[in-house]
């Protein structure tokens, strides 16, 4: 299985941070990072990556990459913002989309992906929701975006700068695509 991992944005988006100043692409960046040691244990899981950590990859480049390579899932990495995002406000939660005409394997997928990351951060479910996102339209394959808490909230902002939160959003989102498509780890020889 061809799985490509997308830490949403990149270093210079503009707007894309903290109240307080941490760069989403960072959090984005660590739980990529975290997915693909966990997802590499796994038999005949090949990963790639869409994002670049020299440059922003801008979204039709990273869709045509995942087309390219014919890999079978796009899962997008992101945390929320509601506001301005000059200062902090009460928006919480997980949430995943998926996009509006393929929603029957993304549906299960972002199902099993929702519940478990709701279930390991203890964090609000907002829900699987439909989205036209382009990550999610332009890609050939089942896409999910995940966002993994708000930005904008003073308590999660805190939790998405910690690496513990990072890794414990890892394994959810991992934990959600084994279940979805019953991968075995690989035997140790």
């Given amino acids: 299985m061809k799985i490509m991992i997308d830490a ?7 707007g894309r941070q903290t109240v ?3 760069k989403e692409y960072e959090f984005n960046r660590a739980v990529a990072i975290e997915m693909k040691k966990i997802l590499t244990s796994y038999e005949g899981v090949i990963i790639y990556f869409s ?5 922003d990859v801008p979204l039709n480049e990273r ?8 890999v079978d899932l796009f899962v997008s990495i992101h945390a929320n913002a509601h506001g301005n995002g000059k ?21 299960g997928l972002a199902s099993k992906v929702q519940a478990a990351l709701v279930h390991r951060t203890c964090r609000k ?6 989205a ?4 999610l339209k332009a890609t050939k394959m089942t896409a999910i975006l995940c966002e993994c808490g708000f930005m904008t909230n003073k308590t999660e ?29 690989q035997t140790k020889e």
Wanted: hydrophobic share 30%; net charge positive; with cysteine.
């Fill in 125 to 130: 479910n907002r829900g699987v929701k439909l």
């Fill in 51 to 55: 994002h670049s950590d020299e440059k």
């Fill in 132 to 135: 036209r996102f382009h990550v």
């Fill in 157 to 185: 902002a805190k939790l998405l700068r910690t690496a513990e939160y990072q890794k414990t959003c890892a394994e959810a989102i991992v934990e959600g695509i084994e279940l979805f498509y019953k991968l075995s780890k």
């Fill in 87 to 107: 200062e902090w406000t009460s928006a919480e939660g997980i949430e995943t989309f998926i996009y509006t005409s393929r929603p029957k394997t993304a549906l």
């Fill in 63 to 70: 869709t045509t990459k995942a087309n390219q390579a014919k």
């Fill in 20 to 22: 307080d100043g941490m």
């Fill in 8 to 14: 949403g944005h990149g270093y210079s988006t503009p």
